[in-house]
């Protein structure tokens, strides 16, 4: 992304504030400043010249169990997400969370993510995901906790799982995000479960695609399918 957006001292603190009322593993905790997402961003036409004009999906409401099974620690995992406006690949870091790692492997296998959208995007931030309600309000039902280190970094490709101000840090539901600024100075407080190794034009490009003022996209940007390859 060409000249992405600095922000002022008020400014990032306000996006910390709003990153923290993404949901870990209840409802009970819903971020209210995107539960009008579904209705504000379906055009006619996509706005963009690289996306696919789709629909929102229709809104689900899922609870999963918590995976019973470590992952293999000798197996690399790297999760793909298809969407309309292009592909990106993750890969996973078991080694700085473990837990939250093998939670997202076993929901992306059961199709958890699948026709699901992108309900934050804040252009020079980050672009969020992961709530099959497709409001930002919406978890799994369950959470898992992985403490980043104390220098935990949150630049450009880094993806990390949103929480809510009440949590300790590192906990984490389904809702992960994508920094997309070139450092946007969050403290370490969210799981940082990987990073995009393949794609990362494509997240550039989807985080163009958000209001500054709202942090709602300005169109539909949806995750048709998530998969897991292993090597």
């Not at 403290?187 to 494509?202: C, F, H, N």
């Amino acid at each position: 992304m060409a000249d992405p957006r600095r922000w002022t001292t008020i400014a990032a603190l306000a996006a910390v504030i709003a990153l923290l009322a993404g949901c870990g593993g209840s409802e009970e905790s819903a971020d209210d400043t995107t539960t009008d997402a579904v209705e504000e961003t379906q055009p006619a036409d996509s706005l963009s010249t690289f996306c696919e004009s789709v629909a929102v999906p229709e809104a689900r409401t899922v609870t999963a169990e918590a995976p019973s099974d470590d992952l293999d620690p000798g197996t690399t995992y790297r999760l793909r997400f298809d969407t309309n406006c292009g592909d990106f690949t993750v890969t996973l870091d078991q080694e700085t969370a473990p837990e939250t790692s093998a939670s997202l492997v076993a929901l992306a296998r059961d199709g958890y993510f699948d026709d699901t959208v992108f309900h934050r995007i804040v252009p020079g931030f980050v672009i969020q995901g992961g709530d099959p309600t497709q409001t930002g309000g919406g978890g799994p039902g369950y959470s898992t906790v992985d403490t980043p280190p104390a220098d935990a970094s949150y630049v450009k490709g880094v993806v990390a799982m949103a929480k809510t101000a009440s949590e300790p840090p590192g906990t984490a539901g389904s809702q992960f995000f994508v920094v997309t600024g070139d450092d946007i100075g969050l403290p370490p407080d969210y799981a940082i479960v990987g990073t995009v190794t393949d794609g990362l034009d494509a997240v550039e490009l989807i985080g163009e695609l958000g209001d500054a003022t709202t942090e709602l996209p300005l169109e539909p940007v949806v995750i048709s399918t998530v998969t897991v390859d292993e090597t």
